[in-house]
């Protein structure tokens, strides 16, 4: 069994790799790649230099980035979460249910924030409790979170939400600083300390590094990982109510495919897919550099499939260029 | 070990028997044998597809573009046929082996030679698939009347009372039994998954086993993309969307290890018609077919945690092993 954690996490040792210079020159390269698609961008359509423009092209990241950087925390801990794009479409199917029995928008809200704690819990139990692997879990249950949806929905979908409620996703702080991106904010803040600044954020490498190790260290690995499914539910139930917000309707097929830009969005931050390294700015620049690219192709009408290609090769892209690049100086 | 899979192929093949016989007593027209033609042909290619994901999660990956590859390949079968509607179907079908095993071996390579996490590549794959069928066709649909009729009949042509798809399933099925059985390439992927460090010390290159794995699978989510297109006489973008859950549920349901190295067929094709008899069971028992998707779902929690009671003793082993090691 030992040989078995030795294959399924060959992760780089970090005493032999200056971890620390790497990532920050991982951060640069993505600023770098940010601002260039920014300039880029400006210079190929007319209408993105514009600050309400650029509010809109938040939107594109907002949602999708509260529950990266719960992720994140959950890889570098060894673990997933494909679940996510299910957990809104049931969050936000359990809010149009309250809805409809005459709910309120702080009821609303807690209604969405509870689901995503449940099917959070839920997942957690399934791989804690049990020792299940999170990947093939996170695969049941986001045919089953979705499956639900489909049920109560079908082909039908939950309209009128009350007028308050669109505060969330349609509202704006002051000028063109909107609601989703002040929680944003917030959110990085909040996990950028809770990861790099806390006992808890230490232990979460330690478990990705080595989890038998950290056990062995005094870690309580399980009662981690819990919180941290926990975590990514209660993000994914937040970004239910922003989506739900703004889009204004609830159908069962919201969000398909989002974890996908998720884990795409962690990844390219620079979070290591085997756990144990990664940092909270570079998931806040792969928000942005995300963002923008999705934002830029849109003004230059390109359909949003043809975008997901991008997205898919960004995400292989990503992973492959620093393997390849180390390869060709090897050889 | 093989005492366990026996009895859990033996349990499987007896929650089908009982979820036939439940749907029987209120309906006896299901259990006619022209309806159970009916059900396993249309279960066909999942099992295809299941044989395929069986084998590459044996070596401890898996395959999440499979319906991506189908859909892909089909369309280009189809737009073969627009094109050149003479086409003899023998050729089609050599044209999507070739390129479902094409589209396999391009995550195959970048598993192997770059060493990337087989889901990683696989949802990348699965995006850029999809994504490459829209720019093929700027979402146009490839309707029947377009498609030329020995292209679409071939699959519902009967023989001996079964359709040719359906044959493929027990062909398909045939000839992965013997091969995961006979062959040196199906003993070592066993060998990959149940002990990666083992298998290079025997001589097995652990990468390229892993590289066959994802063509084979590729090559049948290929050979499934012609059929599908062809029986339901149509082609487009969202074609078979999210199938590939319910190819990895069939493997998982019927007894296939995701942490490699344990599965048999017999279970995966029992898997596969556990899902396809409920597919087809619900509509007769007047069940909304939205309840498939959380069904399929909660199979999988269910057979993965079924799965994990014979490996419960797992922490201890390693509790064990370590103390050794101080």
Not at chain 1, 14 to 40: H, M, N
Request: overall charge positive; charged content about 10%.
């Amino acid at each position: 069994m030992s040989l078995a954690e030795n294959t399924t996490r060959s992760i780089p040792d970090r005493l032999r790799s200056p971890l620390r210079s790497k990532v920050v020159s991982w951060e640069t390269l993505l600023l770098g790649v940010a601002i260039g698609i920014f300039v880029f961008n400006s210079l190929a359509s007319p209408y993105f230099l514009d600050a309400w423009n650029l509010s809109d092209a938040t939107f594109n990241f907002t949602e999708k980035a509260m529950i990266a950087f719960a992720m994140a925390l959950l890889i570098i801990a060894g673990e997933i979460d494909l679940s996510v794009a299910a957990i809104i479409a049931l969050a936000s199917t359990a809010m149009g249910v309250a809805m409809e029995m005459g709910a309120g928008t702080p009821v609303l809200v807690l209604v969405g924030l509870g689901t995503g704690l449940l099917c959070g819990a839920f997942n957690g139990a399934l791989v804690t409790k049990l020792g299940l692997p999170s990947i093939v879990v996170t695969i049941g249950t986001m045919s089953l979170f979705r499956g639900i949806s489909f049920i109560i929905l079908g082909d039908g979908a939950f309209r009128g939400y009350p007028s308050d409620f669109s505060w969330f996703g349609q509202g704006y702080v002051f000028w063109v600083i909107s609601v989703e991106l002040v929680i944003f904010v917030i959110l990085a803040i909040f996990f950028g300390i809770l990861l790099h600044k806390t006992n808890f954020g230490r232990a979460v490498y330690a478990i990705g590094n080595n989890p038998t190790g950290a056990l062995f260290s005094g870690i309580r690995v399980d009662r981690v990982k819990m919180i941290l499914f926990l975590m990514t539910g209660l993000m994914a139930g937040l970004a239910a109510v922003c989506l739900t917000s703004r889009l204004g309707s609830t159908r069962p097929s919201i969000a398909t495919g989002m974890e996908l830009e998720v884990v795409t969005m962690v990844v390219l931050g620079g979070v290591n897919i085997l756990g144990g390294s990664g940092s909270i700015p570079g998931v806040v620049i792969a928000a942005f550099v995300m963002g923008l690219v999705t934002f830029g192709l849109g003004l230059l009408n390109v359909p949003g499939i043809v975008m997901s290609i991008f997205i898919g090769l960004l995400l292989i892209g990503v992973i492959a260029l620093p393997r390849l690049w180390a390869m060709w100086r090897k050889s | 070990m093989i005492a366990h899979l026996k009895s859990r192929e033996a349990l499987l093949m007896g929650a089908i028997i009982v979820l036939v016989s439940l749907v029987a007593t209120r309906f006896p027209g299901f259990v006619t044998p022209s309806n159970l033609v009916a059900v396993f042909t249309d279960t066909s290619p999942l099992m295809i597809l299941a044989i395929g994901q069986m084998v590459v999660i044996l070596t401890r990956c898996i395959d999440l573009s499979v319906a991506a590859n189908l859909a892909l390949t089909g369309m280009v079968c189809a737009m073969i046929n627009v094109a050149m509607p003479d086409l003899p179907v023998g050729v089609i079908l050599v044209v999507s082996l070739v390129m479902g095993a094409f589209l396999g071996a391009i995550n195959g390579i970048l598993v192997w030679k770059l060493d990337i996490p087989p889901i990683v590549v696989t949802l990348g794959t699965m995006t850029i698939f999809r994504g490459i069928i829209f720019l093929l066709t700027e979402g146009k649909w490839i309707n029947a009347h377009e498609m030329s009729a020995h292209f679409t009949a071939f699959p519902r042509a009967t023989i001996l009372g079964m359709p040719i798809l359906g044959w493929f399933g027990i062909v398909v099925a045939l000839i992965a039994v013997v091969a995961m059985a006979r062959t040196k390439l199906g003993r070592s992927m066993y060998a990959v998954g149940g002990n990666p460090h083992a298998a290079v010390y025997t001589g097995i290159n652990v990468g390229r086993t892993q590289f066959y794995a994802f063509v084979i699978s590729g090559m049948l989510a290929g050979l499934a993309g012609y059929l599908w297109i062809a029986r339901y006489a149509v082609a487009y973008v969202d074609i078979a969307a999210g199938f590939e859950l319910e190819v990895v549920a069939a493997c998982v349901i019927g007894g296939v290890s995701i942490a490699g190295g344990a599965g048999t067929i017999i279970g995966t094709l029992l898997g596969a018609l556990f899902l396809g008899v409920v597919k087809n069971a619900l509509p007769v028992v007047d069940i909304s077919p939205f309840w498939q998707l959380a069904i399929s779902g909660a199979a999988i929690i269910i057979a993965v945690a079924f799965n994990a009671q014979s490996g419960r003793s797992k922490g201890r082993v390693i509790l064990k092993s370590a103390e050794h090691a101080q």
